[in-house]
């Protein structure tokens, strides 16, 4: 809101400056005065000669494009004319300096080359004649073409000539001309400040004598400048106002180009699905008009939105049409880089090294010597990972050399850390030590925490191959604490790479397996409870992670007051980091002591918003519940809590009662994750098995000897079993697990774990420490809300998220009619339905609570996003009026205020590729509790026939009758399971009752 308001203020300013100057209207505050100042020079200069010269006044109409008009103005008597009439005449005559200047101008844009040499050789006769407009025609078409062919060089040597000329001969266009090019160069050359100023001076002239091209691409330049210094709003600003420029001047190229850049700014601001639209809009633009420039933009950036939402087959396509078309071989280059860095995460590596070699052709065309030290690790590292490392080391030392040579620190540091990790795969242990503790040294010298993390794991891993586990575990120790030290001082801010937080999990998991082994050589030294604490820094880890990618700004539920502080703390910590890396020794301990003093501060706004906000608190700077408070705090009499973590290289499972704990081992999380992949498909879909258990019951009992026959002794003296899952298994509903060798032939026979033990669910023990904390609890109430049967947006108003994520080919929520009839006859008082359009995010608006509602029931299919977790959410109705695309994503969901017992989600879809890491589960179910709910039924796919509305019938008939979720839930499974047939369907066939779990819940 706040960055709103101030560009709505700096619109209104711009705006009055430039009814009171008809001059420039530029919104950059701090230049505003100079801005003025060179506008009342500019409205002086072309009041003391408004009235322009003929030749000048013509081209002034063929700059509008009003050609009868320029053509019947125009004279060959002067340069400026015959330039003119060349151009608006076809058959117009020229001898002399004016033939080869005509003939200049008519081949700029067929052979630019002939046009150069014929425009030389009439700015030398000009200039021999002593013919100073001739020159400075001449002059300026030369600039024009040396730009378009990027030789900015010989641009810019001439430019200031230009320029002069113009000043003395008193001509304003000529002049405004020079400043617009000059400043237009300059941006290339990242000239800012120096920029600014002439193509301020350009857009008053442009203003004042109308004339919308130049205008325009005035804009366009200054919204570069800002967009460099990340100001968005304001090159949001200025490229609007281009795209209004270019209207009026009725050029669609330049239309296009507009629609590409504002769609960049709205990627930028995270604003994708607007973003979507307006590169479509342009991408259809530059198709009708031929302009390849433009549409190899919008489909380049088209390809980086599915790219960031994890549409890879699509970013792919998008990429490979815009490198066709791009013409600018270093764009090219960033392309083809893109798609080889998609090939390289799915793992096709072989694909991913032809990519990288044309990208380095292409960057090498570019003259982009920078680049390739990129490319050559990219190059190294796909080479290791297809286990070609004489290859791959091959590459990275030239990586290395090549960023040696060209001073490129933070390159040198990735291809060292790359080939430690190499040096490690191969069993090189002295080498990979050597090039690890290289790029680590490298990394924190100039404040790289990414790969100084990942330089710590890889000499751990060495360590522990050398059987020095206190070693292995001091490095993990050290790379732990730089993980939660960055993330302290971020605040979780968004602007964290995603791509660094995706990675550092494997410090937390290859700590936990060090514990481990540390345990079992000394089992009563505490190392597997350090092990359990260990895990539940990595849940804090994943969900502010998630919240990163997700820019939620969690601050919206703290007051003004904390806002403010908070952001000074860590605007005052980020200042004294960035300030690090140039500082000498003596500075570089002060700046640390004023950075620790800062963090004392940030304790104690820490402390006050505890007492104030635990939701807010509790994400924010996050407090992993220990293994005494687990045991002392949150867990029941009889109830057993098995927290699984699955790691690359080995797994564990922790067993935790009120009075024991066990941690035990299991296999890496690809094994764990295969097995789960052969049963869902047998959960999901009735049809895979039919009502033959035969099929079934060899691949589940497989499952359940892995993850549950370990705990048998703990199992079998619990009455309640609360299960914190991790990737893949979050989409196992362990209750449909027998948890004994039957033999039944059929469903309702075999021992399922729901058949014995109450189940439910938690993102992290820390979420359940809060929400059984009963200081916080919802506020009183018994009704039930529910948001039902939403009316589906149109296709072009569909969310871009939605899209991916499947929304826009949704059916409506089965038997939906039924669903409804059956809870509105149920007593509960009140009832509030929102049906059809009124099940949108307005209903939303206040609290369940507020209305007297205990209960949110959504019948309306949740999304779980895997790819890009972020973008998970619910597909509710379009609300045009408000803005609302009918899509509740994650970060909206954060934002809402719910104060309710209980959350349902009783339609889901979820289209499981290859990655199942839980991740959109978990963002779902998070956001809910932090929105104020205590648990979440979701259902994690969608049940056939009636099944949904006669199980949700029976499970809020007995909310209705009080007892808790967790009972009720596992009372409705049983009973199913018991219920024989009902439509040619057997009920007890673990897909009509086993997609519905439940996350946290009330005791």
Not at 495 to 502: D, E, K, N, P
Not at 576 to 597: K, N, P, Y
Not at 685 to 703: C, F, I, Q, S, W
Not at 954 to 979: C, F, N, Q
Request: charged residues 25%; aromatic residues 6%; contains cysteine.
């Amino acid at each position: 809101m706040h960055a709103t308001r101030s560009l709505l203020s700096a619109r209104r300013r711009a705006h009055a400056v430039r009814r009171e100057l008809t001059g420039s209207y530029s919104p950059l505050g701090p230049r505003l005065d100079k801005v003025l100042l060179i506008l009342a020079i500019g409205i002086i200069l072309l009041g003391a000669g408004s009235a322009l010269a003929e030749s000048e006044a013509a081209w002034r109409h063929f700059l509008r494009g009003e050609m009868e008009l320029a053509a019947k103005n125009a004279t060959s008597a002067d340069a400026r004319g015959v330039y003119v009439l060349a151009l608006v005449d076809s058959t117009a005559v020229f001898e002399g300096p004016a033939a080869d200047l005509a003939a200049g101008a008519r081949l700029a844009d067929s052979d630019p080359a002939a046009a150069i040499e014929r425009l030389t050789a009439a700015r030398d006769a000009y200039a021999a004649a002593d013919d100073a407009l001739g020159r400075l025609v001449t002059i300026e078409r030369l600039c024009a073409l040396w730009i378009e062919t990027r030789d900015y060089p010989s641009a810019l040597d001439n430019l200031p000539v230009a320029l002069e000329l113009a000043e003395t001969l008193s001509r304003p266009l000529a002049t405004a001309q020079a400043h617009l090019n000059l400043g237009r160069v300059l941006v290339r050359s990242r000239q800012v400040d120096e920029a600014a100023t002439h193509l301020d001076a350009a857009l008053a002239t442009s203003v004042d004598r109308d004339i919308p091209a130049w205008e325009a691409n005035a804009h366009l330049a200054l919204s570069i400048i800002s967009r460099l210094s990340m100001d968005l709003d304001t090159s949001l600003y200025h490229r609007e106002s281009a795209l209004d420029a270019y209207t009026r001047a009725g050029d669609q190229a330049g239309q296009a180009r507009c629609l590409h850049y504002i769609g960049t700014i709205h990627i930028f601001k995270g604003n994708l699905t607007h973003a979507s639209t307006l590169l479509h809009r342009g991408e259809a633009m530059a198709r009708s008009i031929g302009h390849d420039e433009v549409l190899s933009g919008c489909l380049g950036d088209l390809g980086g939105i599915a790219y960031l939402i994890g549409d890879y087959d699509n970013a792919l396509a998008r990429y490979a049409e815009a490198v066709r078309l791009a013409g600018d071989p270093r764009r090219r280059g960033w392309y083809l880089l893109n798609s080889g860095s998609i090939l390289a995460f799915q793992g096709r590596h072989e694909e991913a090294l032809a990519i990288y070699a044309d990208a380095h052709e292409a960057m090498i065309a570019a003259g982009d010597r920078r680049s390739e030290a990129t490319i050559l690790q990219v190059k190294g590292q796909s080479l290791c990972e297809l286990k070609r490392y004489d290859e791959g080391l091959t590459m990275l030392d030239e990586a290395i050399a090549f960023a040696r040579e060209w001073e490129l620190p933070l390159d040198e540091a990735y291809a060292l850390h790359f080939k430690g990790h190499a040096l490690l795969d191969l069993g090189r242990l002295d080498e990979a030590a050597a090039a690890l503790t290289a790029a680590g040294d490298m990394a924190a010298a100039t404040g790289y925490f990414d790969i100084t993390e990942s330089a710590l794991l890889g000499r751990a891993k060495v360590a522990r191959g050398q059987e020095r586990l206190d070693e292995a575990l001091s490095y993990l120790e050290e790379a732990v604490d730089i993980v939660n030290t960055v993330r302290r001082r971020s605040g979780g801010s968004a602007g964290l790479q995603s791509g660094y937080f995706s990675q550092v999990g494997r410090s937390f998991d290859e700590m936990v397996s060090v514990l481990g082994e540390m345990h079992t050589a000394e089992p009563g030294r505490g190392h597997d409870r350090r092990a359990y604490d260990t895990a539940q820094m990595a849940k804090a880890r994943s969900l502010l992670d998630l919240l990163a990618e997700a820019e939620v700004d969690l601050r919206v539920r703290a007051g003004a007051e904390y806002q403010q502080r908070e952001a000074d703390i860590l605007d005052g910590i980020a200042a004294l980091q960035s300030g690090l890396a140039d500082a000498s020794a003596d500075s570089a301990t002060t700046m640390e002591a004023e950075i620790a003093s800062l963090e004392s501060h940030l304790d104690l706004l820490e402390a006050e918003l505890r007492e104030t906000d635990p939701r807010y608190a509790e994400l924010r700077y996050p407090r992993p519940c220990t293994l005494e408070q687990a045991q002392s705090e949150v867990l029941h009499e009889g109830e057993l809590l098995l927290e699984y973590q699955l790691g690359l290289e080995e797994s564990h499972l922790f067993a935790v009662t009120r009075d024991g704990f066990r941690m035990i081992d299991l296999p890496a999380r690809a094994e764990i994750e295969n097995q789960v992949r052969s049963l869902l498909p047998m959960l999901r879909d009735y049809n895979v098995t039919g009502a033959a258990a035969a099929y079934y019951e060899p691949v589940a009992r497989k499952l359940a000897r892995l993850l549950l026959d370990p705990v048998g002794d703990e199992l079998a003296d619990a009455t309640r079993l609360t299960i914190v899952p991790d990737g893949a298994l979050h989409y196992l509903p362990f209750e449909a697990l027998p948890i004994r060798d039957s033999g039944g032939a059929t469903y309702a026979t075999l021992p399922f774990l729901v058949l014995e033990k109450d189940v439910s669910y938690a993102p992290s023990v820390s979420t359940l420490q809060r929400l059984r904390d009963p200081t916080h609890a919802p506020a009183p109430a018994s009704g039930l809300q529910i948001v039902a049967d939403p009316v589906r947006a149109a296709p072009d108003e569909t969310s871009v998220f939605a899209r991916v994520a499947g929304a826009d080919g949704l059916r409506p929520v089965p038997f939906v009619d039924d669903e409804i009839e059956a809870l509105t006859g149920l007593g509960f008082t009140p009832l509030v339905l929102n049906r059809g359009a009124e099940a949108s995010a307005t209903a939303l608006a206040h609290s369940p609570a507020s209305a007297g509602c205990r209960y949110l029931h959504f019948a309306a299919h949740g999304l779980f996003n895997e790819q890009s977790p972020a973008f998970s959410g619910l597909a509710l109705s379009p609300d045009a009026e408000a803005g609302d695309d009918g899509f509740l994503s994650v970060s909206e969901i954060f934002a809402l205020d719910l104060d309710c017992e209980q959350v349902t989600l009783s339609a889901c879809s979820s289209a499981l590729g290859e990655q199942i890491d839980g991740e959109g589960l978990v963002g779902l179910t998070r956001a809910f509790m932090y929105a104020g709910t205590r648990g979440v039924v979701a259902a994690l796919w969608d049940i056939p026939g009636r099944g949904a509305a006669d199980f949700m019938a029976d499970y809020y008939g007995r909310l209705a009758a009080d007892e808790v979720s967790v009972t009720a839930l596992s009372g409705a499974k049983r009973a199913m399971i018991r219920s024989g047939d009902s439509g040619g369907l057997d009920m007890a066939h673990p897909a009509m009752w086993s997609a519905f779990v439940l996350s946290g819940g009330a005791d």
